[in-house]
């Protein structure tokens, strides 16, 4: 049996970009939905890929026969590392296949166990805003969801973010579907909670932002925050600062503090708040800025350098959090901000002078 | 740098050079010369409290920095015997047209001892010694036990700073570098910017700007200026980045509407990135930098 018919039949009932949902109870109906996809795909020539675990490879690999070879299997567990990372990975991918006249085609599986809540909503919002970022790619996704092991909640979420349901080989739209901005204003509507009182607290009292990043750096020392990890940091707060001084309205402030057990991962958290209101239209950094554009990728590269990302406005502030996952352990060193508790620039400067002076005296 | 390795040496820039200084200069191309030279001789010359002694052959008016003064305050530099160009002969040479170093210690010393003898508050001694590595009488030997004197004349001075120069071209690396291990300080260009975070300073081998410290949004104007300056006309650009601690996501996209905005083909070249820096440059991709282009990689 060649697949070429069934190929053709597909092409003809869909869109050029696709988007579905394939919601499977088994190993039957997850083959019978997935490859005839894939199968799709390698008769026509596109670049397709498969982002799965073993088991599924197994069998989608048994299945496929002959054509396996023309798929290429990426553990699911590595591609999926990160909301924001992933999404840009992929475009890049529909992109460059879109440039030698070719599809990307992927069926890709989210990991959903094991992931905190917080992390959880982000990848939800990742196949929100998948509507988005690849409309124009011409791409070719499909999300199988286990149905009977995944929690409810998660299933559901999937309905309302694809806007086709798969069936066999066969595509129908899905009503439950939501408007992917539609779904982000959603996301992004439950307040947050309030910082923890022994957060430490920034006055930014002056555009010059080299002080803050002297004591967000000695900060996040005090927090077994990666080395690695702390040029991510610095840029992402100094972005986020930046905005708010352009843009925001004074007073601004920075709170930091350290969230071990909440809904988020084990995380430094570094709050920036502003008491100016973001336009309807501003964008929240969600889509990868596309090349060859100008350069400009403030909010968007934010998400990327950042574990996760949370952003409320209206109510006369706007409020940036921003989440470093950092390993267990203990501090590495404790720095001078650890025993602070609110700063400005020039009570900064005042404790960098007495840093200075018990390291001249000692 | 220029690939050496430069251990024990004091960097410093010609603006900040002291007395007792016996400084280095290997220039790659005129224009270097003229940057770092011409600032040496004009900062002596622009008052009237120092004296300079140039050992050339070349008229004074077309010598580094001093191309630079007026007529007038040239004749006058002159007539005060405060910028004094002594010729190759008759500092370096003996009778019989051969390099002799002692005759080149007295001549200066000479001018030193007159300078005090005039109140001027400092002396600044320099020369291009290149031609002297292949003269007769000259090569590498004698200029080491030259530079030995220079040197002991030099260093305990209170109102002396000196600098040699040699065209990096002149002689084999290794050459070069026993020669530059008898002086103690590495003089370079002024910096072009420096507010005690951001650092921006003029190279010419290869090309571009070494970019110290921090850039962000209160530093981009004077970056941006700088960098216009030194990529207009060039195809490739480089910016020395090894001292660089931080960059912000307005620099990168500056770096990059910069590098598109430069005529055709014309690159930015990226030298070596810290591993930090370069982390979040892959975060945001290469491909969304376009016009720049990762360099020569980090000296482990």
């Avoid at chain 2, 052959?57 to 001093?66: A, T």
Wanted: charged share 25%.
């Amino acid at each position: 049996m060649r697949p070429r018919v069934r190929a053709v039949r597909w092409e003809a009932v869909s869109e050029p970009f696709t988007h579905r949902l394939l919601p499977y109870d088994g190993v039957e109906s997850f083959v019978a939905g997935a490859v005839p996809f894939l199968r799709a795909g390698v008769a026509a020539g596109d670049r397709v890929m498969a982002v799965t675990d073993m088991a599924r490879e197994t069998l989608l690999r048994e299945a496929l026969g002959e054509d396996a070879r023309r798929v290429e299997f990426v553990d699911a567990e590595t591609w999926y590392a990160h909301p924001a990372r992933t999404l840009a990975e992929c475009l890049a991918e529909a992109d460059a296949a879109a440039s030698r006249g070719r599809r990307l085609r992927l069926l890709g599986e989210p990991v959903w166990t094991a992931r905190p809540p917080l992390e959880v909503l982000e990848w939800q919002r990742a196949e929100a805003l998948a509507n988005i970022a690849f409309a124009d790619t011409g791409a070719a996704l499909m999300c199988p969801y286990a149905v009977r092991t995944l929690p409810p909640g998660i299933v559901a979420a999937a309905r309302h973010t694809h806007p086709e349901t798969a069936r066999g080989a066969r595509a129908t739209r899905n009503p439950g579907f939501v408007d992917p901005a539609a779904y982000c204003r959603r996301v992004d509507s439950a307040p947050l909670p309030d910082p923890p009182p022994d957060a430490v607290v920034l006055d930014l009292d002056r555009p010059d932002l080299y002080w803050l990043r002297m004591c967000v750096g000695d900060y996040a020392r005090g927090c077994a925050l990666p080395e690695d990890r702390l040029q991510r940091l610095l840029v992402a707060v100094t972005e986020v600062v930046t905005n708010a001084v352009r843009h925001g309205a004074p007073p601004i402030v920075l709170r930091m503090w350290t969230d071990a057990d909440g809904p988020g991962p084990p995380a430094l958290v570094c709050e920036v708040v502003d008491h100016g209101e973001w336009a309807p239209d501003a964008g929240f950094g969600h889509v990868p800025p596309r090349p060859g554009g100008d350069g400009r990728f403030g909010l968007w590269a934010v998400r990327l350098l950042c574990s996760l990302v949370q952003i409320r406005t209206g109510g006369g502030a706007t409020t940036v959090r921003l989440w470093f996952r950092h390993r267990a352990g203990p501090p590495r060193v404790k720095g001078f901000m650890q025993s602070a508790h609110r700063l400005d620039s020039a009570a900064y400067a005042e404790r960098v002078r007495d840093d200075l002076d018990r390291q001249v005296t000692s | 740098m220029n690939g050496l390795d430069v251990g024990w040496f004091t960097e410093r820039p010609v603006g900040e050079l002291r007395p007792g200084d016996h400084a280095w200069l290997a220039y790659a191309t005129r224009e270097e010369r003229e940057h770092v030279i011409g600032d040496f001789v004009h900062d002596g010359l622009r008052n009237t409290e120092e004296k300079v002694v140039y050992v050339a052959d070349s008229p004074p008016e077309r010598l580094p920095g001093v191309r630079r003064l007026d007529d007038v305050t040239l004749r006058d530099r002159v007539r005060r015997r405060q910028l004094r160009v002594l010729s190759r002969a008759q500092t370096c040479l003996d009778r019989a047209g051969r390099f002799d170093p002692s005759r080149m210690v007295d001549v200066l010393a000479h001018e030193v001892d007159a300078a005090f003898d005039q109140e001027f508050r400092a002396v600044r001694v320099t020369t291009d010694f290149s031609w002297l590595l292949t003269a007769p009488g000259g090569g590498l030997t004698r200029m080491l036990s030259c530079e030995h004197l220079v040197a002991e004349a030099v260093s305990p001075s209170t109102t002396t700073m000196a600098i040699c120069q040699v065209r990096r071209g002149a002689r084999p690396p290794d050459e070069l570098a026993a020669l530059r291990d008898t002086h103690e300080v590495l003089v370079e260009a002024n910096p072009e910017f420096d507010d005690g975070v951001l650092k921006i300073v003029r190279t010419f081998d290869p090309p571009g700007l070494r970019v110290e410290g921090e850039l962000d949004a209160a530093r981009h104007a004077a970056f941006s200026d700088r960098l216009a300056r030194v990529s207009k006309g060039r195809l490739r650009t480089h910016l020395d980045l090894s001292r660089l601690r931080f960059v912000d996501l307005g620099g990168l996209s500056l770096l990059t509407r910069h590098a598109c905005d430069l005529p055709g083909g014309s690159v930015l070249v990226l030298d070596e990135l810290p591993p930090e820096v370069e982390d979040v440059i892959e975060m945001v991709g290469w491909h969304r930098l376009p016009g720049l282009v990762r360099g020569r990689p980090r000296e482990a």
